[in-house]
Nanobody, 125 residues
Framework: QVQLVESGGGSVQAGGSLRLSCAAS????????MGWFRQAPGKEREGVAA???????SYADSVKGRFTISKDNAKNTLYLQMNSLKPEDTAMYYC???????????????????WGQGTQVTVSS
């Protein structure tokens, strides 16, 4: 059974940094796409960043140059390093995974069958 467990959220001031982690277990697919989504109150869930099994990454325009997605295969952990945080980054952040090739894109929410429970990020001005 695949499980994704996020951690690392919290409250920071604008300009600060946070690193989110997503520990994956029970995931044995050799080809996969893993990504981070976020959902702010009253808004739809949106893709933030994605990485596929060969290490190719993609980012939403709103986070390019500020966020970095990475993975540690030995630890089965996905990361999202978030720098220069802005109040508009405030949202619940979710880790997602599925056995498909991201193909250099973020993937749609409906492409992912496995989701974590989310971790809250709050950025104050």
């Amino acid at each position: 059974q695949v499980q994704l467990v996020e951690s690392g959220g919290g409250s920071v001031q604008a300009g600060g940094s946070l690193r989110l982690s997503c520990a994956a277990s029970g995931y044995t697919y050799s080809t996969y796409c893993m990504g981070w989504f976020r959902q702010a109150p009253g808004k739809e869930r949106e893709g933030v960043a994605a990485i596929d099994s060969d290490g190719s990454t993609s980012y939403a325009d709103s986070v390019k140059g500020r966020f970095t997605i990475s993975k540690d295969n030995a630890k089965n952990t996905l990361y999202l390093q978030m720098n220069s945080l802005k109040p508009e980054d405030t949202a619940m952040y979710y880790c997602a995974a599925d056995p498909f090739d991201c193909g250099g894109g973020l993937g749609m929410e409906t492409d992912f069958g496995y989701w974590g429970q989310g971790t809250q990020v709050t950025v104050s001005s």
